[in-house]
């Protein structure tokens, strides 16, 4: 449904920083927003990401409303080893996003 | 009949004034539902981050326009002055601005294993207004870079509102 789109280099020099791109369809509803009837529109926000490294925190952000919808993030990693990389959002109402891919070092 | 409606009755002043107080009652009501935090409130975030700690300037730097044609998605970077080692690293930055409804906008973490202390994004912006970022290093410190941005549409006016 929300289908992340990750982009990292898959083969990286032991040691070389890397950029990751990533991007994450959600609708990142303020909850300050008000329908034509005049009801508050409730929250609905993205409100971690976690990055892990073969299992390692590599960076973590904490999302307010003031992330724009459909949130993008690029950031930095050093390649240390071949493995998996890994991301999950979780957010309001359950939401819960996994995606991961695989880079080899050499 | 022309005399009633060049000398208007008490009828008609009432409801007049009725529309007058209404028009206000929809005005008021408008204000209220357009809240936005203050430069006074952004001060207060900052501090439940930084605590008592000083926040110098420099080191940081925020990569923001300086006229944004849309507040719905603001693209922006921020990137920190520092070797990244075990020793000496970025723990995080926190970014805020003054005007929206909340001061908060993002916090990242990093570690010694970024490499570079260095993100992009896009954030929301309500009004021209003072974005700031703060860059909390390993050694307690904080530095900050502050960016005035001019907003010609934006966020979370767009619609629901009469």
Redesign the interface.
């Known amino acids: 449904m929300s289908a992340p789109l990750i982009n990292l280099p898959a083969h990286a020099k032991r040691g070389e920083i890397i950029a990751i791109k990533t991007l994450i369809s959600h609708e990142m509803e303020t909850g300050f927003r008000y329908s034509s009837s005049g009801t508050l529109i409730p929250r609905n926000i993205i409100t971690e990401f976690l990055c892990t490294y073969n299992g390692e925190e590599i960076f973590r952000a904490r999302f307010y409303p003031a992330v724009a919808a459909n949130p993008f993030l690029t950031f930095f990693t050093v390649a240390t080893a071949s493995g998996t990389i890994t991301f999950t959002w979780t957010g309001d109402n359950g939401f819960s996003e996994t995606a991961s891919a695989n880079i080899v070092v050499e | 009949m022309s005399k009633k409606e060049r000398n208007p009755t008490r009828r008609t002043i009432l409801i007049g004034a009725s529309c007058v107080a209404g028009a206000l009652g929809a005005q008021v009501l408008l204000t209220i ?1 357009r809240a936005q935090a203050t430069p006074a409130t952004m001060a207060a975030a900052i501090r439940q981050v930084v605590g008592e700690a000083t926040v110098n300037p420099g080191k940081v730097h925020l990569d923001l326009p300086p006229l944004v044609e849309n507040g ?3 693209p922006y ?1 921020v990137s920190v002055d520092s070797p990244m080692t075990p020793s000496d690293y970025v723990k995080a930055i926190h970014v805020f ?1 003054e005007k ?3 001061s ?8 010694p ?4 202390a ?8 309500a009004d021209s207004e003072k974005v700031v970022a703060i860059a909390e290093m390993s050694d307690g410190s904080f530095w900050a870079d502050t960016v005035e941005v001019v907003v010609t549409i934006a ?2 006016v767009e ?4």
Do not use: E
């Open positions: 539902r719905n998605t603001v970077s601005n929206n409804p909340q908060n906008i993002i916090s990242v973490h990093f570690g294993r970024a490499g570079r260095n993100f992009t994004s896009r954030m929301r912006l966020a979370c619609d629901g509102l009469p």
